[in-house]
């Protein structure tokens, strides 16, 4: 069974940066297709960003120009780069991993693409 472990949240002021990270337990993250999904209090779990094994990337409207996704083949882990924080973006930060193969990359921001999924890390934004 594959776990995935995410790291890197905490609580910071808005206009800042963090860094999450994932790593997986048994396969390479280059043999996954990997998302960052988030879950603020009292509402629904929405996709953030997601990076195919082909290494097409997606990004919800609300995060273009200020999060990237990455991956370190190397490293075994997916990263995901906030930068210029704002309160909103105060959630628990969930990491995603699919062997499910998509051709269109809409496909991997719906959370039943998804086989594995870590514990979440909190992300708070004092405004």
């Known amino acids: 069974q594959e776990q995935l472990l995410e790291s890197g949240g905490g609580l910071v002021p808005a206009g800042a940066s963090l860094r999450l990270s994932c790593v997986t337990s048994r396969r390479n993250v280059r043999n996954y297709a990997m998302a960052w999904f988030r879950q603020a209090l009292g509402k629904e779990r929405e996709s953030v960003a997601a990076?195919?094994?082909?290494?097409?990337?997606y990004y919800a409207d609300s995060v273009k120009g200020r999060f990237t996704i990455s991956r370190d083949i190397a490293k075994n882990t997916v990263y995901l780069q906030m930068n210029s924080l704002k309160p909103e973006d105060t959630a628990v930060y969930y990491c995603?991993?699919?062997?499910?193969?998509?051709?269109?990359?809409?496909?991997?921001?719906?959370?039943?693409?998804?086989?594995?999924w870590g514990q979440g890390t909190q992300v708070t934004v004092s405004s």
């Open positions: 990076i195919t094994t082909g290494g097409t990337i």
């Open positions: 995603a991993a699919t062997l499910k193969y998509y051709s269109e990359i809409d496909n991997y921001t719906r959370m039943g693409a998804y086989d594995y």
